[in-house]
Structure formats: structure tokens, C-alpha cells
């Protein structure tokens, strides 16, 4: 095999510049500028980077069909519902919903997961909210009245469309919702438990959350603010009833 020819470098075969000329010195100044700036590395501004209009305008989109499939689903059923439906609860085009959602049972486990999440979050924010020389009742208080807060508030449908439609998810989608919802059970433990120690809670600790939790969620089927009942009253009853004065 015949040896390769060795190639000739390009830098060898550019013409060398002419000399620059010493009476110019503005040019130089200029030259010297230029590869100063090409030297210095540009910053890149620090945190994440601002959210484009349209991307602002999807993430609400995104909140609108969720808010509003989680109402259809919660009166009409998960069956019952159309993405047609959902997407003229949202005021959009009949083929939108699958802009943000491949079918409407991702949208569905997404009705679930996040608002799963959001109360998991608020919970804690509630829980810190107290001093730090709270009683396990005032603990217990707040959990209460947070519980009915994500129950029967303003944005409380997917609660109920998870207590519901539980069976309408796939295994791997009741695996993901079980997590979360653990999650948040499970910061009701310590206080039911030094309420057990204190000989204030009416039942075992673990048996004591699954009775609350059971009582708790049955008032979606019953409660009516037109009733004059307010959520602070109803955790009132509800903490006189779990444990002992």
C-alpha cells in the first residue's frame, strides 16, 4: 500500500499579512478592542431564565383543563366525560386537551398527582405556619382544618375525583397516586401518636388516622356552606369528636 500523502497545513499555505503600518493607530486600538472582546467570555445571567409569554399562556391553558376536567369529572364522571367536554370547559378547541395531555387518562392522573402534591405542599406550609411551642391538639387542628380546606374549598375537586375514580386509573398510575397520598398521610403520625402518649386520642394511632381520614373525606357528601355551618366550626366538632377533652 503506498505510503499517504502528507497534507499540508492550511495555516502554511495562507499568504502572511503585510506588515501593519506604525502610523496607524487608531486601527491597531481598534484591532486590539476587537480581540479583547472576543477574548472575554460572555456571562450568562444567573437563576433560571425567564418564562416566554407563550410559555406563561401554556402553563395556563394547562391549569384551565385540569380545573376544569377535575369539576367534569367530579359531576359527570371520568366515563361520562369527553375531551370535548373538558375542552369546552376551557374555552378551547375540541383537540386541545391533547396539546398538553396524550389521553384523557393522563389528564386525569395529572388532576390527581398534582393536586396530591400542591396539598402535600400546603399541608407543611400550614404545619410551619404554627410556633414552634404548638400542642399536638393545635397540630392536630391545623391538619383538620387544612384537610377541609383542599375537601371544600375553592379548588377542591380532586379530592373527590381521586376518592371516586380511583379505579378509573392504570396499576402504575395507582402506584404514583399512592405515593403521594402516603406522603402526606404519614405527617399525621407524629401528632397522633403524642396524642396517644398524652392518653387524649380514642384509638390506636394507626387506626385512629384511617377513622379520621374516612370521616374527614365522607363530608364531600354532605356538607353545604348554604347550611351555615363554616369549615372552622366543622374542625371544632371534628377535633371534639377524635379526641378527649
Do not use: C
Amino acid at each position: 500500500m503506498d505510503s499517504p500523502v502528507p497534507r499540508t497545513s492550511a495555516i502554511a499555505l495562507a499568504p502572511k499579512k503585510p506588515p501593519a503600518r506604525t502610523g496607524s493607530k487608531a486601527v491597531a486600538s481598534s484591532d486590539a478592542n476587537a480581540a479583547a472582546a472576543e477574548a472575554t467570555p460572555t456571562r450568562r445571567p444567573r437563576g433560571r431564565p425567564r418564562k416566554t409569554a407563550e410559555e406563561l399562556d401554556d402553563g395556563n391553558r394547562r391549569r384551565k383543563l385540569m380545573d376544569g376536567a377535575a369539576k367534569l369529572f367530579r359531576t359527570q364522571g371520568f366515563a361520562a366525560t369527553s375531551t370535548r367536554d373538558i375542552a369546552a370547559a376551557a374555552g378551547m378547541h375540541s383537540g386541545s386537551p391533547f396539546y398538553h395531555f396524550e389521553s384523557k387518562s393522563a389528564l386525569l392522573y395529572a388532576v390527581m398527582s398534582e393536586g396530591m402534591t400542591m396539598a402535600t405542599q400546603s399541608q407543611q406550609q400550614a404545619l410551619d405556619a404554627l410556633p414552634a411551642t404548638a400542642t399536638p391538639r393545635e397540630q392536630l387542628h391545623t391538619l383538620i382544618r387544612h384537610h377541609f380546606e383542599i375537601l371544600l374549598g375553592p379548588r377542591s375537586s380532586f379530592i373527590p375525583v381521586m376518592l371516586y375514580e380511583w379505579r378509573s386509573l392504570t396499576p402504575a398510575q395507582r402506584k404514583g397516586i399512592a405515593r403521594i397520598k402516603d406522603s402526606y398521610e404519614a405527617t399525621w403520625m407524629p401528632v397522633l401518636e403524642a396524642l396517644a402518649q398524652q392518653g387524649a386520642l380514642q384509638a390506636e394511632p394507626g387506626v385512629a388516622r384511617l377513622f379520621i381520614f374516612g370521616a374527614l373525606n365522607w363530608a364531600v357528601q354532605w356538607f353545604s356552606p348554604k347550611k351555615g355551618k363554616s369549615l372552622d366550626a366543622l374542625t371544632d366538632e371534628a377535633l371534639a369528636l377524635f379526641i378527649r377533652s
